[in-house]
Nanobody, 116 residues
Framework: QVKLVESGGGLVQAGGSLRLSCAASGVTVSITVYGWYRQAPGKQRELVATIVNDGGSTYYGDSVKGRFTISRDNAAKAVYLQMNGLKPEDTAVYYC?????????WGQGTQVTVSS
């Protein structure tokens, strides 16, 4: 059974930093894309960042460019999100995402709250 487990969320003051981690278990094939999404109360889930495993190219949503950095450890099937310069509008549940050729998997979400 595939399971993605996130960690690293919490409460931080505006301007602070957090590092989210997500590790997969039970995935027996290669991950092609790793990513992070977030969903704030009353809003749709939005893409935060993705990284393609082959080559490492990245994509960031406009609201996080220059502040967040996505990275991965393919051997561990883990993805990370370094979040700097956090703003109150970054408050959301953050979900990790890992895709193979055949399936897409989601974590259970981790809460990030940024106080002003």
């Amino acid at each position: 059974q595939v399971k993605l487990v996130e960690s690293g969320g919490g409460l931080v003051q505006a301007g602070g930093s957090l590092r989210l981690s997500c590790a997969a278990s039970g995935v027996t094939v290669s991950i092609t894309v790793y990513g992070w999404y977030r969903q704030a109360p009353g809003k749709q889930r939005e893409l935060v960042a993705t990284i393609v495993n082959d080559g490492g190219s990245t994509y960031y949503g406009d609201s996080v460019k220059g502040r967040f950095t996505i990275s991965r450890d393919n051997a561990a099937k883990a993805v990370y999100l370094q979040m700097n310069g956090l703003k109150p509008e970054d408050t959301a549940v953050y979900y990790c995402y890992q895709r193979t050729r055949f399936n897409a998997y989601w974590g259970q979400g981790t809460q990030v709250t940024v106080s002003s």
